[in-house]
């Protein structure tokens, strides 16, 4: 079974630039999140999409992101127009439905993330 | 506000124990769950626990005291291929079915001959 896969594994713009990373959970998984590491500190929420629907998009640092999930298959992220603290590694997890009984209990499979530079 | 801590790095010897703590001060608590990174790679799942207690799988162990905000993950039999880093992650809320996890910054281990 593919795990999650991420595009591009690394990316360098300039900044004013604009980026757009894609995920691809892993099969019948309909949660789908995006979470993102800055350099030195911890991975942080941005947003979780149940299908196509944004669920919960409280992690979103502000409005050059933009994060969609057509059909709720793949999703994507733009930044727009990136700039320097942006930079980062930005990881998509997926996740079946789950149950109160599940032991693992909506365990998040992660893709490798995309590395993104700005200069 | 939301705050898990755990140490930045630990080193130990192949074949030891190694306990890797992890304290969390969280608005809410629905789970704990621990996480391994390899440099690089995709975290994957270790362990979750929801209620007070030990979980054991294989090598690894993990502890909850949810009255205490303390979690540990246990490595029995350290092997070379452990050196990664650890990740601790709450999730504290159920809102939507989602799993909104708030991650501590890992701690990085080095397994040594």
């Known amino acids: 079974e593919a795990g999650v896969t991420q595009f591009p594994s690394h990316s360098v713009i300039e900044k004013g630039q604009t980026v757009t990373l894609r995920c691809d959970p892993i099969?019948?998984?309909?949660?789908l999140y995006w979470y993102r590491r800055v350099m030195g500190k911890e991975i942080k929420f941005l947003l979780h999409?149940?299908?196509?629907?944004?669920?919960?998009e409280s992690g979103m640092p502000n409005n050059r992101f933009l994060a969609e999930r057509t059909g709720g298959t793949y999703s994507t992220l733009k930044v727009q127009p990136a700039e320097l603290e942006d930079s980062g590694v930005y990881f998509c997890?997926?996740?079946?439905?789950?149950?109160?009984?599940?032991?693992?209990?909506?365990?998040?499979?992660f893709g490798e993330g995309s590395r993104l530079t700005v200069l | 506000g939301q705050n898990i801590d755990q140490p930045t790095e630990m080193t130990a010897t192949e074949g030891a124990i190694v306990q890797i703590n992890c304290t969390y001060q969280?608005?809410?608590?629905?789970?704990l769950f621990w996480y391994q990174q390899h440099a690089g790679e995709a975290p994957t799942f270790l362990s979750y626990?929801?209620?007070?207690g030990l979980e054991e799988k294989g090598r690894f162990s993990s502890f909850l005291s949810r009255s205490k905000g303390y979690s540990y993950l246990l490595l029995k039999e350290l092997q070379m291929k452990d050196s990664a880093s650890y990740l601790c992650?709450?999730?504290?809320?159920?809102?939507?079915?989602?799993?909104?996890?708030?991650f501590g910054t890992g701690t990085q281990l080095k397994v040594e001959l």
């Open positions: 997890a997926s996740s079946q439905d789950w149950t109160l009984r599940d032991a693992r209990f909506g365990e998040l499979f």
């Open positions: 099969s019948g998984h309909d949660n």
């Open positions: 999409f149940v299908k196509e629907s944004k669920q919960d």
């Open positions: 969280t608005s809410g608590f629905n789970g």
């Open positions: 626990n929801v209620l007070d």
């Open positions: 992650a709450v999730r504290d809320t159920l809102t939507g079915g989602g799993n909104k996890l708030t």
